[in-house]
């Protein structure tokens, strides 16, 4: 069956209030919007997670379960992860070894500069930035988490709002 991880970053955030801890800054209308188009976009390529993990930031939350309404993946299969919050790729990485082999298909929703530096260990330096509302698939030939490395990379994919937008 192989390995696939949807690694999404979350939507744009307001930084409109300044005095608002980092974790608990929301998202801009426009993130919003982004995250709907991406999630459409999945939707649209008749791709499905199992599962959902997203960091405890108000943003990653808010793009996660726009995600799970689109794609209808139930609230039992999100999970928010404290590990996940501004980690860094090599954090990525090992929590991803512990993920349950129950499940095929997971989203993760984080934080650069740690989900761009994660793809990269995969995708030989191919993408300088996942911007907001980004998206990458990574499909691996293998049937443990423990077992994702970029030699059983089978293929991968990437987008992003902005690609879509019609220029003015």
């Known amino acids: ?28 209308p426009r993130g919003v919007r ?13 791709e499905q997670a199992d599962f959902i993990i997203s960091s405890p930031a108000t943003r990653a939350i808010h793009t996660a379960i726009i995600f799970s309404r689109i794609l209808q993946i139930p609230e039992k299969n ?17 929590y991803c070894h512990k993920i349950s082999d129950d499940y095929n298909k997971v ?3 984080g934080h650069n500069p740690g989900l761009t530096t994660f793809t990269n260990k995969f995708t030989p ?19 443990s988490w423990k077992d994702i490395d970029p030699g059983v990379l089978e293929n991968h994919f990437f987008d992003y709002p902005k690609k879509h937008r019609i220029l003015r």
């Open 125 to 143: 330096g191919e993408i300088n930035n996942v911007p907001t509302s980004g998206l990458v698939i990574l499909d691996f030939d293998c049937n």
């Open 107 to 109: 989203m993760i929703f």
């Open 34 to 46: 982004d995250a709907y188009k991406m999630a459409e976009l999945l939707k649209q390529k008749k």
């Open 1 to 28: 069956m192989g390995k696939k991880i949807f690694i999404v970053r979350h939507s744009k955030s307001d930084w409109s209030a300044p005095d608002i801890p980092d974790i608990d800054r929301s998202l801009k």
């Open 78 to 94: 999100i999970l928010i992860e404290y590990e996940l919050y501004m980690a860094d790729s090599e954090s990525i990485k090992k």
